[in-house]
Structures are given as structure tokens and as C-alpha cells.
């Protein structure tokens, strides 16, 4: 998880032998931990689809306030909440629809929430009652107190809202809204086009949100940028190898083909204080299946290619012990599933893509300047991404008696360049995601405006039901 997305969270630990206060080091008491920066980099209306491990247990309960008590009572050790989830408590609990008002407000509202939740005269009563009732295991009884505890979270946060109500409309009252400029000229030739060479966390923060009045006023970052927060939230190798826009090379003495997860990313630097001139985005993707077939290429039967590379998997069997066959497989179960989705017959040297999800998702990146008040200028730059695998078969496949050789198969990461060796696979994608990418900011669906985590793509491979 980026770790500048990891500073919008509001983390509730229950428990945790590290983050009880001294003076209390018998207590299991909650602690709250909200970080110093409270909005997150992209200041745009925000839903989060968090890891899936709880999908199935948070669709039964429609109360985000009791879900999250829940989760307290079954004694997880880090409950963490993010801007998107006291969002959802807005609207289901107090219904505040975040799209209807304001982005200053949403801000407010949110921050209001975050202040209170930590500062709930309660936490420490329902932590003895429930440790208490625990032991007994009596469900009836738990169930009676997170309900009386639920209305009054509930009745205390409405409370502090209804306060805050007021001073949210007198400060977005006070907001000044920029002049509207003439139209915007649509014609792509008139864009300003600029080529930065940089690296992917230099990119991460290029761009400073107003201008630096001590530095010229550039909107450059030429500082090296390291990250703000140590992660402690490490991914695993699957994880991560779904993830990667990674190209797939095979050429064995009987297959031969390529695979690739391409990012399809656009860069555009926006000024979000004049946003409203700007036109609305193309969102929308075709999930068609696309081929562009070549007068050379030959008919392949697919289950004759499957069959293929089941019987290189076959002799990996007995060799799981050894990385290099682990990592085999891994790359030849992603071949697999995408080839579930190509027709019987498969084409040679035709390129067969397919975007993974019906809508882009994007980002907005940039760094704060908290010295400057200019209301002009809110420079993010905004990345989006349109994931699509590519899959090539490059010549017709052969049975062979080989075991699965180093020299086969070439795998690199295509945004950075950087090439891996089989032998040290694994190793080597997570040191390089570790390195590269742990900090990167998650996706924004461009449609529905929710984000999700790594391992949320991951594992649907960057679809999602909007």
C-alpha cells in the first residue's frame, strides 16, 4: 500500500501490545491513531474496496458503525479505516451523500468523524464489557451490548455533525470560486506536450500543488523524495506478479509465445481550482476481445495449446521445492487463465488484448506546499491507467521431452525497464516492487469513484462490478 495513501487512514488497533500507553500496560483498551495528514493526495469524492478478505462478512451487516464495532469485538489487531469507509458511515448512517454537496464539506464531515471516533468516551467501557462477555461466550448478551453501544457511537458522532453543519456552509460560502475563462479549445494539437525522463517515484512527486514563491515559483519538486511512512503492510509474491506490468516471454524448442499486462498510462497535468472548465473524460472501455491477424499466421488449436503446457507443467510435478520451477508455474497459470478467454482457434502472430475492466481508473499525483494560500492554482497531475492483457502466440507448439530450461523464458517490468532472471524470480519482483512501487498511490475508478488496494486487483485481475 502506497505509503502516502496510508496517511489517510484512521487505524483502530484493539489491543495491540505496542500502541497501549505506558501507564496503562495491563489495559487492552482501543487505541486510535489518526495520522498528521488527514486528506488524502487526491481530493476528489472517494469510495475504497479495501483487501477482500471481509467482503463476504461486511455484506451482511449494512451498518458501517456496527461493522466496525464488530470487528473490534472479534479482537482484530489492526482495524483500519480509510477516507471512503467514514464516507460510507455519512451516507448509510447519517445520509450524507458525499456526491450532493460540496467537496469542502465531504472534507469537514470527514474530519469531524475522524476527531470523534478517537475521541468516543466509550471505547474503554465496551472494551471491559466485552472482554468480560467473551469468556462467557454469550452471544445473546455481546450482541444486546453492541446494539445499546452502536446507537449511542451513533447518536454521539450526529450530534458533532449537526454542529459542524453551519460552519460547513459558512466555509464553503467563503470559498472563492475563480472566473470562468472562455471555452477550452479541444483541439489535441493545441496541448502543451512535455517529455519528463524520470524515475516512477520521482514522478510520484514531481509536481508541488502551488507554486514555490522561495523557489521562483516552480511548480517542480528537484528534491529527491523519500517515503513519509514505513509500510508495514508487506504483499505477497502472487500478489504482486499479478499486479506488475509485466511482459512474458516463452520461447522453448516446442512454444513460443509473449504475454504481457499493459498499463496503457496518460499523464495530464490539471489545475483542480479551475476544473470545472474542463471537458468530461472518456471513461468508458470496450472489453471486446481484439485481434489484428497477419496474412502469415497459422490456425492453432487452443486445447492443443493447453495441452502443450500442461505437459511442461507435469514435469514441474516433483520440483516444487525448487524457486525456479515455482515460478514456471506461476507464469504458465497466468497464461492459462488468459487463455480461457480466446477462441477455439488461435491465430499465430497475431496479437490478441483485452481490457480488464469496462472503466479507467486513475490517480492524482503531487506535493503539498502548505506555505502557500494562492486559491488559483491546485496542480495535480492526474495519471490514468487502462489495463489490458496482450497475449501472442508465435508459432505453432510442438511436444517436447525437455524439462523447463532458465534460458526460456525473459520477464521484465515494462514501465521501469527492468529485467528479472528466473532463477531468482520471485526474490527479485517483490525487492523490485519494495523499491519502486510500495509507495505508488492506489486506483480511483473513473466511473464510480471508489478505490481499490493492490491486492483487490490483484486478485480480480483490475476488474470490478461498478
Known amino acids: 500500500m502506497a505509503a502516502s495513501d496510508e496517511m489517510d487512514r484512521l487505524k483502530i488497533s484493539w489491543g ?12 487492552k483498551v482501543i487505541d486510535l491513531i489518526v495520522d498528521d495528514d488527514e ?19 461486511q455484506t451482511t451487516e449494512s451498518r458501517p458503525i456496527m461493522y466496525l464495532l464488530r470487528c473490534l469485538i472479534r479482537n482484530k489487531q489492526n482495524t483500519v479505516m480509510t477516507n471512503a469507509q467514514i464516507i460510507d458511515i455519512l451516507d448509510k448512517e447519517f445520509s450524507i451523500n458525499v456526491h450532493e454537496i460540496h467537496e469542502l464539506e465531504v472534507d469537514i464531515y470527514i474530519k469531524i468523524i475522524k476527531k470523534y471516533l478517537k475521541d468516543w468516551p466509550q471505547w474503554e467501557e465496551l472494551e471491559r464489557i466485552s472482554t468480560k462477555l467473551s469468556k462467557t461466550n454469550d452471544s445473546e448478551a455481546i450482541a444486546k451490548v453492541l446494539d445499546h453501544k452502536y446507537k449511542n457511537m451513533k447518536e454521539f458522532l450526529g450530534v458533532m455533525l449537526e454542529a459542524a453543519k453551519p460552519l460547513a456552509s459558512q466555509a464553503v460560502k467563503s470559498v472563492t470560486v475563480a472566473p470562468e475563462s472562455s471555452k477550452p479549445d479541444d483541439n489535441p494539437e493545441n496541448d502543451v506536450i512535455m517529455e519528463i525522463q524520470c524515475t516512477r517515484q520521482q514522478l510520484n512527486h514531481l509536481f508541488f500543488r502551488k507554486p514555490r514563491l522561495d523557489l ?12 513519509t511512512q514505513i509500510s508495514l ?8 506478479f499479478s499486479y506488475l506490468p509485466l511482459k512474458i516471454s516463452v520461447n522453448a524448442p516446442g512454444l513460443s509465445l509473449t504475454r504481457e499486462l499493459l498499463y496503457n498510462l496518460k499523464h495530464v497535468l490539471v489545475n483542480k481550482a479551475r476544473v470545472h ?26 486445447n492443443y ?3 502443450t503446457i500442461n505437459e511442461i507443467l507435469e514435469k514441474c510435478k516433483n520440483k516444487k521445492e525448487d524457486l525456479f520451477f515455482e515460478a514456471v508455474v506461476v507464469i504458465f497459470d497466468t497464461i492459462i487463465r488468459d487463455l480461457k478467454s480466446l477462441p477455439k482457434m488461435v491465430v499465430t502472430q497475431a496479437p490478441y488484448r483485452r481490457y480488464m475492466n469496462k472503466y479507467k481508473y486513475v490517480r492524482h499525483l503531487f ?12 496542480l495535480q497531475l492526474e495519471e490514468t491507467l487502462a489495463p489490458m492483457y496482450q497475449f501472442q502466440l508465435k508459432k505453432m507448439p510442438e511436444n517436447s521431452a525437455e524439462k523447463p530450461q532458465r534460458s526460456w523464458f525473459k520477464v ?6 527492468v529485467k528479472f532472471t528466473v532463477s531468482n524470480f520471485q526474490e527479485e519482483v517483490v525487492s523490485h516492487y519494495t523499491n519502486c512501487h510500495q509507495n505508488d498511490p492506489d486506483w480511483q475508478c473513473m466511473n464510480c469513484k471508489k478505490i481499490f488496494s493492490v491486492e483487490y486487483l490483484s486478485k480480480f485481475r483490475f476488474r470490478h462490478q461498478c
Open 16 to 27: 495491540a501490545a505496542n500502541l497501549v500507553p505506558p501507564a496503562r500496560p495491563a489495559s
Open 39 to 57: 486528506m488524502s493526495n487526491d481530493t476528489d469524492i472517494v469510495e475504497y474496496v479495501d483487501s477482500v478478505d471481509e467482503d463476504e462478512e
Open 216 to 227: 521562483n515559483n516552480t511548480v517542480f519538486n528537484m528534491s529527491p523524495e523519500h517515503p
Open 233 to 240: 503492510r508487506s504483499l505477497s509474491f502472487h500478489v504482486i
Open 277 to 302: 472548465n474542463s471537458p468530461p473524460p472518456n471513461v468508458f472501455l470496450n472489453t471486446g476481445l481484439q485481434v489484428r491477424t497477419r496474412s502469415k499466421g497459422v490456425y492453432c488449436n487452443k
Open 305 to 307: 495449446l493447453l495441452n
Open 367 to 378: 506535493v503539498e506546499n502548505t506555505k502557500s494560500k494562492d486559491d488559483r492554482y491546485d
Open 412 to 417: 521484465e517490468c515494462t514501465i521501469c525497464a
